[in-house]
RNA sequence: GGAGAGAUGGCAGAGUGGUCGAAUGCGGCGGUCUUGAAAACCGUUGUACCGAAAGGUACCGGGGGUUCGAAUCCCUCUCUCUCCGCCA
């Protein structure tokens, strides 16, 4: 959410935002809510002070006097128009509200104008793109694909895009999990487990509700979101929090699995691992000052590209701009690698500045020890990273003449062996 | 799943219709004393909203109701604990 004051006193300012993400809300109307509700406020509470002070008297009076049930009387009126007033204030709030949950975090001046993916710009890069040889196919063209990764019957015991890992591919996926939580842990991430179902609120707070609700999976009897980021659970692990200022930054990292409908791209970079419902992702989480958290995503950043760096998966950076960036974000990042079997640039982490969008939808706050004020947290998440397409980029990119794919050595350890090669 | 008990400020814990935002203790912060520390003593110690300010209002798990007035009574939901059953 964004802070209602700021909208309030610099109305086109949100205006502008709210363009640069190319997307469409009616701040007038917030505004003019905004006026009525704060006005009822006023004459509300102008009500209930006298209605506070005449209880104060009736305290006094012995009850049953003619006084006293004179007063009861007086009050009585009053006692009906608050309640009249109290429930219009409800409905205005909640529609106020709920208009507000709807407004998009502004991005950040350094975001590039933009309307769709075309107008990213590309930031930084590493590896070389390697030359396409005649060897090279998409992943999900391996003659021996069924041996690691079993699409078919994930289809027939749940549905497309619940694929299994099988033997090989089930040890890749379970070593790049365990290489990136080793990872992040040496980088100061303590590591959490999450539950992998969260409630409306925690929803609301991260902002996949109301925004994304058809994005998620939800549970029938009682109503919960199967998480689709470890990123919701780990940033509501504070929610409705005032932590020690000392305590900042909070650095943590979880993996989940992770559970996307994906409604509206069927059809689209759907083939093979690229685009599945369900996939495991390493989650990292930073809970910062307002006034380091652009210095906080650099590092962030940095810190993704760096796990391709020793993967050796040659990749580029895009900053995304305005019209291709998220809802919930200030600013972003995302990283791609390279898979030369498709020839194909696969997103594999996006690293983002929430900036107070989410804490305050959270209220994850901390206590400024200038003003002694509790002040919103800033939030920044990245993927660190997610397993699928890295998966894809190590089969692809790894495939050699004889057929064999070579595994990355961070991960050698991890494997256990040098190559995976058909049975 | 069945039976019962409970949810009050950072924590512990009083309060069962009327100046209760809420006693008391602990903790935290500031001070006195001390060479320093401890102890002792004194003071202070929630959040949000409305308002230019003065000030006002709300909040005792959530929501609804009764009443002139609710932390206190009623309904409902959620959660926690105890016992029984079932189970990884």
Redesign the pocket.
């Known amino acids: 959410m964004i802070d ?2 700021l909208l ?1 006193e610099q109305p086109d300012l949100v205006r502008a935002g709210i363009q640069k993400k190319h997307l469409d809300c009616d701040v007038d109307a917030i505004l003019q809510l ?1 006026v009525e ?3 009822l ?2 004459e ?3 009500l ?9 008297d ?3 009076l012995p ?1 049953g006097t003619p006084e ?1 049930l004179e ?6 009126s ?3 128009k ?2 009249e007033l109290d ?1 219009r204030l ?1 409905d205005l709030e909640d529609e106020w509200n709920t208009q507000l949950l709807n407004v998009p975090n502004l991005p950040d001046e350094s975001v590039p104008e933009g309307k769709s993916e075309e107008e990213n710009i590309e930031v930084g890069s590493w590896g070389e793109v390697p030359g396409e040889k005649k060897f090279h196919v998409p992943h999900y063209e391996l003659e021996w694909l069924d041996e690691i990764l079993d699409f078919k019957r994930g289809t027939k015991v749940t549905g497309a895009g619940f694929p299994f890992y099988v033997g090989d591919g089930a040890r890749l996926a379970r070593s790049l999990i365990s290489f990136f939580l080793n990872e992040a842990s040496e980088a100061g991430f303590e590591e959490m487990g999450v539950p992998f179902f969260v409630n409306a609120e925690s929803a609301t707070a991260t902002g996949q509700l109301p925004d994304k609700e058809a994005q998620m999976y939800e549970t029938r009897e ?1 109503g919960l979101y199967a998480i689709p980021t470890a990123e919701v659970p780990l940033t509501n692990f504070f929610r409705d929090e ?1 932590l020690e200022e000392t305590r900042l930054p909070v650095y943590r990292c979880g993996h989940s699995a992770c559970f996307r409908r994906e409604a509206g791209s069927y059809g689209k970079d759907v083939r093979g691992l690229n685009r599945v419902h369900q996939f495991d992702k390493v989650e990292l989480l930073k809970w910062v000052k307002p006034e380091t958290s652009f210095t906080e995503l650099e590092s962030l950043r940095e810190y993704a590209e760096n796990l391709l760096k020793k993967l050796g998966l040659p990749f580029r950076t895009l900053l995304m701009c305005g019209g291709d960036m998220g809802f919930t974000n200030c600013k972003q990042y995302d990283l791609e690698v390279y898979a030369v079997g498709q020839k194909r640039w696969l997103e594999v982490s996006s690293c983002s500045n929430f900036s107070s969008f989410q804490s305050r939808r959270a ?1 994850i ?1 901390y ?1 400024d020890s200038e003003t ?4 919103f947290v800033h939030t920044l998440n990245g993927s660190g990273l997610a397993v699928p397409r890295v998966f894809v980029a190590i089969l692809e990119n790894g495939l050699q003449e004889d057929g064999r794919i070579r595994i990355p050595d961070v991960l050698v350890p991890y494997m256990g062996k040098e190559y995976i090669e058909r049975k």
């Open positions: 209602p004051k309030r905004d509700r704060r006005q406020i006023s509300t509470e102008a209930r002070a006298q209605q506070k002070a005449a209880n104060a009736m305290a006094k009850k006293f007063k009861v009387g007086e009050m009585k009053i006692s009906g608050v309640k429930g409800k009682e005032i209220k706050r206590r002694g004020k509790p002040e």
